[in-house]
């Protein structure tokens, strides 16, 4: 079926948690979402195959983290200076985490993510949506979809040895299959095996008792959770909504279209 008639055969409807947990095997987290406030559901408008009516996809929204540094920088610092009951009264009110997307694979590589994205975040109906997460950064659905993206510091370390690995030829992408990096690890050239173990163990000395692991599909996985585990901080202001926000700085004369365009977060 061509991509077109697949997205007039989906729609978009209001969900709940049965919706997400049929497709949670799927999703790269294994942990449950904790206080949910919102799911939608793609569904397909007509039983189709083996599929039938079950869900295609499913957008999970929580109430948001109080401590997230990097919203101090997305908002300009909005909610910096706030008594933390104030704080967390209008984080509560005001904003929305997208905690899951997670799709059926066959409708993967489609764009459905991003519509299930962009489409749904408008029907909360609060001023900020805000998304926290790994895999993003690998499919940058977040960014499609009108979220701004907020990287996160990275540290020296991790720069050395995500060089070390890029140059023996293991790039960002293969970094979220542990085995797909140990196959090529295998099949390295022994110059460029010495090369990288050296960069590993240097990488490894501050990691108290796993500085002596053994290499191995063990060791790979616990490294690629180092260097992929830097959730990046997404967010989105809702174009009708900025006026709500005008009281605590976003929507002021001073910023008509909310908070100035803040200085990205550098890498090390």
Not at 224 to 238: D, E, N, Q, S, V
């Amino acid at each position: 079926m061509h991509t077109c008639s697949i997205h007039r055969e989906l729609e978009i409807v209001p969900g709940a948690m049965r919706d997400y947990r049929s497709l949670a095997a799927y999703h790269y987290r294994d942990d449950r979402p904790v206080a949910v406030k919102a799911v939608y559901a793609l569904r397909l408008k007509r039983p189709l195959g083996s599929l039938g009516r079950r869900p295609a996809g499913a957008i999970v929204y929580t109430m948001p983290n109080p401590r997230i540094e990097l919203r101090t920088l997305a908002t300009g610092g909005v909610f910096r200076g706030l008594d933390r009951q104030t704080e967390l009264e209008l984080l509560n009110r005001h904003v929305r985490c997208i905690a899951r997307v997670v799709l059926e694979p066959r409708f993967r590589g489609i764009g459905l993510a991003v519509r299930l994205v962009r489409e749904t975040m408008p029907k909360l109906d609060v001023p900020i949506v805000e998304a926290l997460g790994v895999m993003p950064r690998v499919n940058p659905f977040l960014e499609r979809a009108g979220l701004r993206c907020f990287a996160p510091r990275v540290p020296v370390a991790q720069v050395e040895l995500l060089e070390a690995l890029s140059a023996v030829g293991i790039e960002q992408d293969d970094l979220v299959d542990p085995e797909r990096v140990q196959q090529k690890l295998a099949h390295l050239a022994p110059s460029a095996g010495d090369f990288l173990e050296t960069r590993v163990q240097r990488f490894l000395r501050s990691h108290g008792s796993r500085r002596t692991m053994p290499s191995g599909i063990e060791r790979t996985r616990y490294l690629l959770g180092k260097l992929t585990h830097r959730p990046a901080y997404y967010i989105w202001f809702h174009p009708q909504l900025r006026h709500v926000l005008g009281p605590l700085g976003l929507g002021s004369p001073l910023h008509p279209e909310g908070p100035e365009q803040p200085m990205e977060a550098q890498p090390l």
